[in-house]
């Protein structure tokens, strides 16, 4: 492609918006322009990036998960959204609309309804499965703050593998064979993985994994163990760790107590801080309660006396309460994980309730929240009271500290499953580094990193609700099971730009770069048109991507274009170097002198290896 034939748009600098390396770069490369607020348009070059992205999505795909490409539309149907249960929990960041039909309409944030719908329609006997699609399609989430460019946009590309399995096993085989293409995937764009254990969040199902990269400008925290031989590394909001003994101030494990609750006066008393003076005891002796308003929980609280009174959902995709409490209890110097928290409850979401509602459910504000009065479901972290395997459940505090449910007061002599009894033990504390891994005892440490990819174990969540069935060896109706596997694909290529730049502007791995190599003379006449011309040819004819910089602009233009953009090779024909060009891989500092008519046979090679290394 020559440049006169092209459309570059370089900016000398990105607009103010722009705090991260991959936007700045997008948009000063000419990749990507912004349309409106969370909205990007790809121009030419960016396109050729990102097809190339999808393409080595699509052969790993077709090759390593044994998908077919399926196309559903991007507006889809709201009853099927209604079947599965989600068009009133998947909240406000998907976007409805009726037609001129009055027909609900959802702007697709994601594809499971479509999926679930379409092979429904066709799915007859267990010879039929497992039946696994993928898609590479545009979709829309009305982000609150979309911020970074395409990395955190309201519309973007997702690449999506669906999976519907006749059991288990079929669906472990399925799950394994999209991990394995995820690694080669990412391998093949220059990009080192992090694979982590994950919240399911709003997908439900079981088994999830995160594929994470490291980033300064992450969404996410990790915490990993650093032991390579274990391997641990999960998302902050799945992340569990060894439990740790509650011990006094003195360093020394209570025991069991006989003593009755004690009531204690203590004015002005209201934070941990003001305890700690208070009581002059460490944080790991006070129980915390606090009091979460709960959005659409799906957990069965029917018996629960405190819960007679909220409302019931009664639906085909299953009951659920649109609006709930949980009082949580937690060791003080612990926080609460609220993916983690909301994930127990099955609920969409969890927020700290207002000081209103505290009294209604707690009888005191703020400080004063005990476990004995409140009238919530007693969600228990695992750090007060563990559920054991067997069903039974092992106090892990003895003669603590807690609320009273009276303002001003505390009391003292509590002992878990003697004082109150949880209605749920659940692991919902916040890991943080300096943690014990949970499988070999390592000292957790954290860093930030952003999500490229996400497998999900969906179960039936989706084909329960949606009454999809098949007939088994047997003759008999029976459910398939479903997994969900996504990339993202505008995030991805983000990440590769943050992941690989300079001052000067991207570096491109050679799999993804727009152009592998760019000619470019110092001024497109006479000889030095003669040889680029040749060195262009040959390489077109060798099956090379070159761009040929045609323009009639000053050299430091062609080059700071060059550069900035970040084609993998550069070829400079000057005519004080000639009969030499010079021969410079973007990646490196100096440029080497080859004669010319040795300078497309060498750069076909150092593609050619280079697309090698990146595709093994």
Request: proline share 5%; glycine share 8%.
């Amino acid at each position: 492609m020559k440049a006169s034939k092209f459309y570059i748009s370089t900016l000398r600098e990105a607009p103010s918006e722009a705090v991260i390396a991959s936007h700045k770069l997008m948009l000063r490369a000419g990749i990507t322009r912004k349309l409106g607020n969370g909205l990007y348009t790809y121009l030419p070059l960016g396109v050729r990036s990102l097809r190339k992205l999808e393409e080595i999505i699509r052969e790993e795909w077709n090759e390593t998960a044994g998908a077919l490409e399926f196309k559903p539309t991007v507006i889809v149907p709201g009853e099927i959204w209604k079947e599965s249960g989600r068009w009133e929990t998947m909240g406000p960041q998907m976007l409805k609309a009726r037609n001129r039909g009055e027909q609900d309409m959802v702007v697709s944030p994601t594809a499971e309804e479509a999926y679930t719908a379409i092979v429904r329609d066709g799915l007859d006997s267990y010879k039929q499965l497992p039946v696994n699609f993928y898609q590479i399609n545009t979709k829309y989430r009305d982000e609150i703050r979309p911020r970074y460019g395409v990395m955190r946009g309201r519309e973007f590309i997702m690449a999506d593998g669906y999976t519907m399995n006749a059991d288990d096993e079929s669906l472990d085989e399925s799950y394994k064979a999209y991990e394995k293409a995820y690694f080669r995937i990412f391998k093949r764009l220059g990009l080192k993985i992090i694979p982590v254990r994950a919240d399911s969040g709003a997908m439900g199902g079981s088994g999830s994994e995160e594929f994470m990269v490291e980033s300064p400008i992450g969404d996410d925290t990790l915490i990993i163990c650093p032991n390579e031989s274990c391997g641990y590394a999960a998302n902050v909001e799945k992340a569990a760790c060894r439990d740790d003994e509650s011990l006094d101030k003195n360093g020394k494990k209570h025991e069991k107590t006989d003593a009755a609750i004690e009531e204690v006066e203590t004015p002005n008393v209201f934070s941990i801080e003001d305890m700690e003076k208070f009581f002059d005891e460490s944080p790991k002796m006070f129980i915390k309660a606090l009091v979460y308003r709960v959005i659409n929980s799906a957990l069965d609280l029917s018996s629960c006396p405190h819960a007679k009174d909220w409302k019931r959902v009664k639906e085909s995709s299953g009951d659920y309460y649109p609006l709930s409490y949980a009082c949580v209890l937690i060791r003080a110097d612990l926080d609460v994980n609220e993916a983690k928290l909301a994930s127990a409850l099955k609920a969409s979401e969890v927020v700290l309730a207002d000081d209103e509602e505290i009294r209604q459910i707690a009888g005191a504000g703020h400080g004063f929240v005990g476990p004995v009065t409140a009238k919530a479901p007693l969600v228990v972290d695992s750090s007060v009271v563990k559920a054991n395997d067997d069903g039974t459940m092992t106090a892990m505090m003895h003669d603590a500290i807690a609320g009273s449910g009276k303002d001003g007061f505390h009391i003292r002599h509590v002992e878990p499953l003697r004082d109150f009894t949880p209605f749920l033990c659940a692991d919902v504390r916040t890991v943080k580094e300096g943690d014990k891994c949970p499988i070999c005892g390592g000292t957790f440490y954290s860093t930030k990193g952003n999500e490229l990819g996400h497998i999900f174990k969906l179960g039936h969540k989706y084909t329960k609700s949606m009454k999809v069935t098949f007939l088994d060896k047997n003759g008999k109706a029976a459910e398939p099971t479903m997994g969900c596997y996504g990339i993202g694909v505008d995030r991805t290529l983000a990440s590769i730009i943050e992941n690989n730049n300079d001052e000067k502007g991207i570096i491109w791995p050679m799999t993804v770069a727009p152009f592998q190599v760019c000619v470019v003379p110092i001024k497109y006449d006479g000889k030095m048109k003669e040889v680029a011309d040749k060195i262009y040819e040959t390489l077109k004819s060798d099956g090379i991507e070159v761009f040929l910089d045609d323009r009639n602009e000053r050299p430091g233009v062609k080059f700071a274009d060059m550069e900035l953009i970040g084609i993998p090779l550069r070829i400079t024909v000057g005519e004080k170097n000639l009969p030499n060009v010079e021969f410079k891989p973007r990646a490196q500092a100096e440029a080497e002198l080859v004669p010319a008519d040795e300078a497309a046979a060498k750069a076909a090679a150092f593609v050619k290896a280079e697309l090698a290394r990146l595709n093994a």
